[in-house]
């Protein structure tokens, strides 16, 4: 069983090949040719001075849905490795109640969140989290980028939407440029983009980042957050968990 407290932890993890080569290249290939693409925004709106890309939100969108389940599939088998790794990430923000053998309710601890099987867990994170809104993302080569170091946690919106956001992540969809990493501020650490490989890690503003300038050609990449459930829905009752 892995240790419940990694030593010299970051936090940060990359699973390779969350996606097939090919996959990716389709993906890629769909953005191209789909015309759907519109500047990038960040929270504040169309600022290409702190981020300059060129994006496509694939919610609400039928033409996009196969894709949306494709990546939210490959991120939901990730996150079940990272909450493996760092349960805390769901144990808590929650004083959680799972179900016993005789009937009973027992809290939930990191080695019993470690030792159940994945069925018993997944039933446990769709109760807790959610996804969120997928955009793919074009940066031009030696132009686009999201210089700006930045995090993913803050109070925008009135219905409180982005104070939900647990995890950021991202699936880089091609590699073969120069530079255009994925850099984080205090951690001092700079993740290189492979076609297919998921990032993960923290939204707030201890894991803040930037996305550096790719050379030689475009990123692409598709990006989005792991969300708590709204505390209607959560705290209305679920599946075998309980705050």
């Known amino acids: 069983m892995a240790d419940a407290s990694p030593a010299n932890a970051d936090f940060i993890e990359v699973f390779p090949d969350a996606l097939g080569r090919e996959q990716c290249d389709a993906l890629v290939q769909r953005f191209l040719g789909s015309g759907a693409d519109a500047p990038g925004l960040v929270g504040g709106g169309h600022r290409p001075e702190l981020k300059d890309s060129r994006d496509i939100t694939l919610a609400g969108k039928p033409e996009w849905r196969d894709a949306e389940a494709m990546l939210n599939t490959a991120v939901f088998k990730g996150l079940m ?13 929650l004083m ?3 179900a016993g053998e005789n009937g009973g309710r027992h809290r ?15 039933g446990i994170v769709q109760t807790v989290l959610r996804p969120g809104a997928i955009n793919l993302q074009r940066y031009a080569g030696g132009r ?47 993740i290189v983009p492979k076609a297919g ?19 030689g050609s475009d990123k692409f990449i598709a990006t989005s957050w792991v969300l708590f459930q709204r505390a209607e829905a959560l705290f209305g009752g679920g599946r075998g968990a309980s705050g």
């Open 197 to 215: 490989s998921l990032l993960i890690a923290p939204a707030a503003f201890t894991h803040t980042h930037r996305g550096n300038r790719p050379q």
């Open 108 to 122: 939930l601890t990191a080695e019993r969140l470690q030792a159940m099987d994945d069925a018993a867990l997944a």
């Open 81 to 93: 490795a990272y909450l493996r790794r760092y349960p805390y990430t769901l144990i808590a923000p």
């Open 96 to 98: 959680l109640e799972v």
């Open 144 to 190: 686009g980028g999201y210089p700006y170091w930045h995090c993913e946690l803050f109070p925008r919106d009135a219905g409180g939407e982005t104070l939900h956001r647990h995890l950021l992540w991202t699936i880089y969809l091609n590699d073969g440029f120069d530079e255009g990493e994925t850099e984080f501020l205090h951690q001092q650490r700079k």
